[in-house]
């Protein structure tokens, strides 16, 4: 027992002081460990950054939080660009390296911070200029407007730095390097943590900015981290290393990049675009139904990031294994992966069911806040066994480079059955909110199983990269 002990603690360490491996040759559940626990670490930051904030900015009203959950709902478009760009970065940097082929390695990242950084500029533009259509179209009450305002549109002229983070850190999972983008997020977030009250309600005689303080706190913490990722990926001290002979624009390289990056975008768009349409049907019963909405959803993400850390541990296995022409090595690794992540939510979805009330009632003092969020959190986790598989298998997916197959899933159960589901429920049938929170439930076990079903047909096996 005590030698099984200090393996755990010796391995544990590995994870986090960043040992880099070959993930092509050790034992799978080593290298599942190894992936694992920076990942889980890293979103674990990422979840309770999420929790914080909305924490802070609860204690402005529910103005404030509704401003929060209306303006991510449009934000969710360039997390869904930023983390279908990085798909590609995952995909194409894990074949290389399974492949030993580490200087193409850095050239693919190279391409990869153009197209990101290139595209981030673009939406940040238009997202500063359109701000207040955008809170208008979203159905934002005027008071809303008023206040917040100033938060949306500093929110998205930072931009930049939210996208390259999401990108860089798929780049340093592909290339089986998650301690580096555990502690780029760790830098980043905790230095949120720290600026949010400071910067919301001041300090001393010294006047906090309110809700735009929150975005401050985001953008200043984000681009430090992105700062960070940046000197590790230019100091030549890791195999994955951007070098002169990089800095040049390959062009077959940036067509791969955006025929991967395609559809991993359409899956994140895909699901942004269902969720914008879902927060704004939660919209027309008031701001208290968006506020608990948004607290709801603000403490599920705490244990579903965990949970995506845990799957992205898939990804890298099964590209490398892949580049390395080890192909049941590659399916095996996806399954066992599954198995651990249905453990871990399954215990999570008891928690919910069993504390809910407590959890939601530190996030906010109105009764009807509290219950729409309550109600949400116990209704939304009775799917989640199923979507433990589910997010393991699209990771699974992405890791080989078919970002596609998940796409057209994305369409047809969030498109084609939850959007109108969820119009029946709420409105139609009268629900109201609990209506949205049971379609998203349902909707997201079948999103599963049918995901699971076309990973056992084995396709993603032959795509080139």
Known sequence: MAQRIRYFFGLFSDAIKGEEQDYTRIPLKTGIFLLA???ILEMVMESLFAVVDIFFVGRLGEHAIATVGLTEAILTIIYSVG?????AGTALVARRFGEKDYKRAGTVTFQLLLVGGGTSVLMGILGYRFAEEILQLMGAEPA???????????????????????LINGIFRGAGQPHLAMRALWISNGLNI??????IFG???????????AAWATTIGRSVGVFYQLYHLFNGKHRLV????????RWVTLKRIFSISIGGMGQFLIDAAAWIVLTRIAATFGSSAVAGYTIAFRILMFSLMPAWGLSAAAATLV???????????AELSAYLTAKYNFYFLAVVTGLYLLFADGLVSLFADNPEV??????????????????AVGMVMVQAFNGAGDTKTPAYINIGVFWLLEIPLAYLMAVSWGFEVTGIFIVIACCHSIHALIALWFFRKGKWKKMPL
């Open 37 to 39: 626990v920076p990942m």
């Open 83 to 87: 983390v279908g760009i990085s798909m």
């Open 144 to 166: 809303v407007i008023s206040s917040g305002i100033g938060y949306t549109r500093i929110i998205f002229a930072g931009n930049t730095a939210i996208m390259l983070l999401f």
């Open 194 to 199: 720290i600026l949010d009250p400071l910067l």
């Open 203 to 213: 300090i001393g005689n010294i006047e906090g900015f309110g809700i735009e303080g």
């Open 242 to 249: 951007i070098k002169k002979s990089n800095l040049k624009v």
């Open 319 to 329: 590209g490398q294994s892949l580049g390395a022409g080890k192909f049941m090595r």
């Open 370 to 387: 509290i219950e729409v969020a309550g109600n949400g959190l116990k209704i939304t986790v009775l799917g989640y066994i199923f979507y």
